[in-house]
């Protein structure tokens, strides 16, 4: 494959750093570096939406005939790398890189206007509805059941897991409607709005003290007939698309190469021995691993991003991405832990970790940052699909085992 970006590309990448430089403001960086959660802040995430919605850039994975920028794969891939080297927020990813690409895919025209509009203007928050209690990697086995009733499904069952669903106005949701047929066949793929009497929504606090987890409890929840994505049947289908697309087809390295640099030069500035902790040569070459691991995985985005330029689904080498982006994951947090030693043991629980109401940390604020980031982000081989999961998939249909 070509490694050298054309020069239309790198013109792209520097419309995208001068208008970062513009118009990123300072709190919104010091937001997305403060933040352990793979969630933004709602506040902050909306905000930054809407700095990207004037410029015509939120929905930058989407397609044009939908409202998005029609970028080319290698342009979102340009437009993610400096938006991590620039410690933007993360935007609201259920509604703009979920649901939002897979309505302007599967959904009516109808469809599309009513829901794609409101997903751009930040004015209408989604949840994912796929894991349930017993359900999570053998997603297959789920049991939350729907019946047609007229016009409408009536609901019965739980989702867990559920990111965000606090705020969420509408859960894009996966249920069985035919128990009848082999598991993947009788799955149905629904948009069902969350402010109803039938939604009851339970909190679960993170280790670290983050409440962006939920279980959903549906009982006799209702959803037009209009708001089912494709035929009864075909969720299982809607569903892996999205999953290819949620594994491999967003850009992981980038965020892991900007944490890997602030990581350095922290370690620059730690004191150890008679030098710094960059200069010592165990701890310097778990770093130089963990930055070679980073610069492999870019390049397998690079061929996957390559296979998309061509009209080629990404396939089976997202769940690769996948299972290496989520172990280096945690091993850049075990190194963070390591380099700050005792002030990394502080564990802050008040949110957020940013501006005027934030916790004074022990130390540096990055030592604040490294147990929140720790174990938050242990759900990395987890949510998503397993590493076990990932670990089958790239077995046999790579491996062919």
């Known amino acids: 494959m070509e490694l050298q970006f054309a020069p239309e590309h790198l013109a792209f990448r520097d419309e995208v750093r001068a208008f970062l430089a513009a118009e990123l403001p300072q709190h919104l960086r010091d937001a997305g570096r403060a933040s352990p959660s793979p969630f933004m802040e709602v506040e902050q995430a909306l905000e930054w939406q809407r700095i990207l919605g004037k410029r015509g850039w939120a929905a930058y994975n989407w397609p044009q005939h939908a ?7 290698v342009q979102r891939y340009l437009f993610e790398k400096e938006c991590a080297l620039a410690d933007a927020p993360a935007v609201p990813i259920h509604g703009l890189k979920l649901i939002g690409p897979i309505i302007a895919h599967f959904g009516t025209p109808e469809q599309r206007a009513r829901f794609l509009p409101p997903i751009v203007d930040g004015t209408e928050l989604w949840c994912q509805g796929y894991s349930e209690p017993g359900s999570g990697s053998d997603l297959a086995s789920l049991s939350t059941r729907a019946v047609r009733d007229g016009n409408q499904y009536r609901i019965t069952g739980s989702k867990i897991w559920t990111s965000m669903a606090q705020f969420a106005d509408w859960m894009f949701c996966l249920v ?19 402010k109803q009497p039938g939604i009851t929504i339970r909190p679960i606090i993170g280790m670290a003290g983050d409440y962006e987890l939920n279980q959903v409890f549906l009982d006799d929840a209702v959803c037009d007939v209009d708001c089912r994505l494709g035929e009864e049947g075909e969720g299982w289908a809607i569903a892996k698309f999205l999953l290819e697309n949620e594994r491999g087809g967003s850009c992981t390295a980038p965020r892991l190469i900007a944490d890997l640099a602030h990581l350095a030069a ?52 997202t769940s690769l991405v996948k299972l290496v982006s989520a172990n280096l994951r945690q091993r850049i947090d075990e190194l963070a832990l390591e380099a700050h030693g005792h002030d990394a043991l502080q564990l802050a629980t008040q949110r957020p ?10 130390g540096a604020k990055a030592a604040q940052m490294a147990m929140p980031c720790y174990l938050n982000n242990r759900a990395y081989t987890i949510f998503g699909g397993t590493n076990e999961v ?3 998939i790239i077995a046999r249909t790579v491996l062919g085992l």
């Open 266 to 317: 922290e370690a620059a500035a730690l004191p150890c021995g008679r030098g710094s902790l960059a200069e010592e040569p165990e701890f310097a070459r778990k770093l130089a691993r963990a930055c070679l691991e980073a610069e492999a995985l870019e390049m397998t985005e690079l061929r996957i991003l390559a296979e998309l330029e061509a009209g080629r689904n990404p396939g089976p080498q």
């Open 390 to 392: 990932q670990k089958t």
């Open 353 to 362: 970790l940013f501006g005027n109401t934030a916790p004074e940390p022990v």
């Open 176 to 194: 069985r409607t035919d128990p009848s047929v082999k598991p993947q066949a009788g799955i149905t793929f629904l948009l069902v709005p969350m």
């Open 67 to 73: 409202g998005g920028t029609g970028w080319s794969p």
